[in-house]
């Protein structure tokens, strides 16, 4: 069993650093907020009053941040962790991040002999706290070993993708895929309606053809076809419009600065931005049909 500091106990961190506790590992916490750190104490793990406190001689470092201006502010500069850390510990963020300041603490830590992996995950809330979150890992191969010994108990699979920054870039190529066949299944099912199908049974068509993806496989977009899905429960999160507006961005800014011409994830970008500004931040992403209807 592990010594873990866990850093960032918000809606992913909490019930990750839980798992981790279950797991048998000696968890200590820091957060920003003390109502997190306290529902952790509770849950048994030590609380600390800094990040260095907690960071310093664990064998791993797990963050759990909002965006990468956190993670550069808790890792890098004078005051930064990788300043107090040596190369016994192991640090995983796990923050959906831009892939630049990925690269970037991953390459600082690398100069100082310390193994970086940043290790974004797909699977919301319910799978974190399930512990079948998917890792997809930017790092070394020595690291990602170390890596995985971990992850594993938070998590299902466990892909190494690349080097550092590797992870965000898998991140970003995803969610900008998934955002675009979920509208394209969204227009699909909406024209069908209007025609007059019956949305279960192009479903069902669908599912058997061609047209077959993911968000018809478990995650259909029209209310009443598939009742465990967040578009039967009033569009109740899921993964939620800000959420995958947040990674849009960083999926646009991964395609710039590589010069890739990616017109559909644009396109998708701008309809799910709008969709956020008419007040549906909150909702699960799937209701990007009901722009379709208004
Ligand atoms: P959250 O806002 O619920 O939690 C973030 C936590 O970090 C908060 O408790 C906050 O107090 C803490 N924090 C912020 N700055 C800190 C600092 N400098 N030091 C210590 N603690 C600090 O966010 P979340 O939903 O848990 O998401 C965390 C990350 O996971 C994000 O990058 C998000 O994009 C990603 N993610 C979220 C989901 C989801 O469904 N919520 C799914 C996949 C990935």
Known sequence: MADVAFIGLGNMGGPMAKNLLAAGHAVVVFDLSETACEQMQSAGAAVATSAAEAAM?????????????????TYLGDDGLLSKLDSTTTILDCSTIDAATARQVGEAAAEMGIGFMDSPVSGGVAAAAAGTLAFMCGGDAATFEKAKLILK?????????????????????????????????CEALEMGARNGLDPKVLSDIM????????????YNPYPGVMPAAPASNDYKPGFMVDLMVKDLGLAMEIAQQSDVDNAMGQLARELYAQHQEAGNGQRDFSSILRSLQS
Not at 57 to 73: E, N, Q, T
Not at 207 to 218: D, H, T
């Open 57 to 73: 001689g664990r064998d791993y470092v797990i963050s759990m941040l909002p965006a990468g201006k956190h993670v550069a502010a």
């Open 153 to 185: 108990d938070m998590g299902k699979n466990i892909f190494h993708a690349g080097p550092a920054g590797a992870g965000q870039v898998a991140k970003g190529c995803n969610n900008m895929l998934l955002a675009i066949h979920m509208i394209g299944t």
């Open 207 to 218: 599912l058997a053809s061609s047209g077959r993806n993911w968000s018809l496989e478990v």
